[in-house]
């Protein structure tokens, strides 16, 4: 059974950093696209970050470019996101995600929930002004 799960989320001011990590199981981790993406609430479920497994090739969501950074370690199966720079519009609920399609594709999916193979439960993180 393929379990992710979030952890590192929690109440930071403006400007703050936080460390989401993700301890992905069940799957053979070197071969999965790993990412993350957020939702806020009310809105749609939208891309962050995304690193393949191979070349670690990274894509990011332009408002977060220069502020977050995805890294994964494939001899401990986490990915984790740090986030520097945080402002009240990052406040959401950050999800995992595992899937076979490449870095790029999973940055421009439409339906993530229904597109994406593997999800964590999410963490959130909420950045006070």
């Known amino acids: 059974q393929v379990q992710l799960a979030e952890s590192g989320g929690g109440l930071v001011q403006a400007g703050g950093s936080l460390r989401l990590s993700c301890a992905a199981s069940?799957?053979?981790?070197?071969?999965?696209?790993m990412g993350w993406f957020r939702q806020a609430s009310g809105k749609e479920r939208e891309f962050v970050a995304a690193e393949t497994s191979i070349g670690y090739s990274t894509y990011y969501k332009d408002s977060v470019k220069g502020r977050f950074a995805i890294s994964r370690d494939n001899a401990k199966n986490t990915v984790t996101l740090e986030m520097n720079g945080l402002k009240p519009e990052d406040t959401a609920v950050y999800y995992c995600t595992a899937d076979l399609k490449t870095a790029q594709r999973m940055s421009v999916v439409r339906d993530p929930p229904s597109e994406l193979q593997f999800w964590g439960q999410g963490t959130q993180v909420t950045v006070s002004s």
């Open positions: 069940g799957l053979a981790f070197i071969k999965y696209t």
